[in-house]
């Protein structure tokens, strides 16, 4: 059955957006709005449907499911308003490899997004963003509050007063703490995860359990392979690991002229106020 009673908000967020720094640090902190936290999405229908507050905000990270989660979404909450965080292709492409990194798969970078081939781990076609702004459109028939990840970083206020007019919230901003969420792992514990991590951990990606428990047990030890990699790491000297740059320059310039007219496009798109 379709809710349509409710004003509801949906922060469809892209992985290393600053999702997490707004889930954590600015959207319990705005008023006048029932917030459902990403660990409560999975019931968000029950949440949304048995609750007796007018407005709700809802935030998930999808990355190469967003197509077709928020179409489930859609299904049910057809009216709901849409925010979405972009960061430039090459930096966003960076840290989704350095997370790669984290994680324990151990590949290079050209490795991991090939624009020439399309043989990468990621795949080209993924990395475009103007066909997601479009299929949000398209899907909640009314145009998504596109925000940019560099904005956050220079004028925070300014970003996130955004958001406030656009739900209509307040927020005391006086009180809120603007430091990143966590900080990134440095360049020599990656370095020392993409030339140990090959060796010591499984490099195919095999899905989890549907059981939740063996799930969340499979998670948690390859994390734990990974931390005892990543923290060891500080103390490698750097002379060590091979002369090489995690993430060639050349190869983030690439990725830059390559998806620069659909990084304009999105540019536009969010500051025509007549779409």
């Given at each position: 059955?379709i809710?349509?009673?409710k004003?509801?908000?949906f922060?469809?967020?892209?992985?290393?957006?600053a999702?997490?720094f707004l889930?954590h640090k600015?959207f319990?902190?705005l008023?006048?709005?029932?917030?459902?936290?990403?660990s409560q999405?999975?019931?968000?229908?029950?949440?949304?449907?048995?609750?007796?507050h007018?407005?709700m905000?809802l935030?998930?990270?999808?990355?190469?499911?967003?197509?077709?989660e928020?179409a489930k979404?859609a299904?049910?909450?057809?009216?709901?308003?849409i925010?979405i965080i972009?960061?430039r292709?090459?930096a966003w492409i960076?840290s989704?490899y350095?997370?790669?990194l984290k994680?324990?798969?151990?590949c290079?970078f050209?490795?991991?997004?090939?624009t020439?081939?399309?043989?990468?781990?990621?795949?080209?076609?993924?990395?475009?963003?103007?066909?997601?702004?479009?299929?949000l459109e398209?899907?909640?028939?009314?145009?998504p509050?596109?925000?940019?990840h560099?904005?956050l970083?220079?004028?925070?206020?300014?970003?996130?007063?955004?958001?406030?007019?656009?739900?209509?919230?307040s927020?005391d901003?006086?009180?809120l703490?603007?430091?990143p969420?966590?900080?990134s792992y440095s360049?020599?514990?990656?370095?020392?995860?993409?030339h140990?991590?090959k060796?010591l951990?499984p490099?195919?990606?095999?899905?989890?359990?549907?059981?939740p428990?063996?799930?969340w047990?499979?998670?948690?030890?390859?994390?734990?392979?990974?931390?005892?990699?990543?923290?060891?790491?500080t103390?490698?000297?750097?002379?060590?690991?091979?002369?090489e740059?995690?993430?060639?320059a050349?190869?983030?310039e690439?990725?830059r002229?390559?998806?620069?007219a659909?990084w304009?496009?999105?540019?536009r798109?969010?500051?025509?106020?007549?779409?």
């Open positions: 059955m809710q349509q009673e004003e509801i908000y922060h469809v967020g892209l992985g290393k957006t999702s997490k889930q600015i319990p902190r008023q006048g709005i029932y917030y459902i936290k990403p999405f999975k019931r968000y229908r029950q949440l949304i449907d048995r609750s007796p007018p407005k905000l935030s998930r990270e999808f990355d190469n499911q967003l197509e077709a928020t979404f299904l049910h909450y057809p009216h709901a308003r925010i972009l960061r292709h090459d960076a989704q350095r997370r790669h994680n324990g798969y151990c290079s050209d490795e991991f997004i090939d020439d081939g399309d043989t990468g781990r990621w795949r080209r076609d993924k990395l475009f963003f103007m066909p997601k702004l479009l299929h398209k899907l909640f028939g009314t145009k509050l596109v925000l940019f560099d904005e970083q220079a004028l925070p206020r300014q970003f996130i007063g955004k958001i406030i007019r656009f739900t209509a919230t927020c901003m006086e009180r703490r603007l430091k969420y966590h900080t360049d020599k514990q990656l370095r020392v995860m993409r140990a991590g060796y951990l490099q195919r990606e095999t899905p989890y359990s549907k059981n428990l063996f799930s047990m499979q998670k948690r030890a390859r994390l734990l392979a990974c931390y005892s990699i990543l923290y060891p790491a103390l490698v000297p750097g002379f060590f690991l091979p002369n740059p995690l993430i060639p050349a190869s983030l690439k990725i002229r390559y998806y620069a659909d304009e496009q999105c540019r798109y969010a500051a025509d106020k007549t779409i």
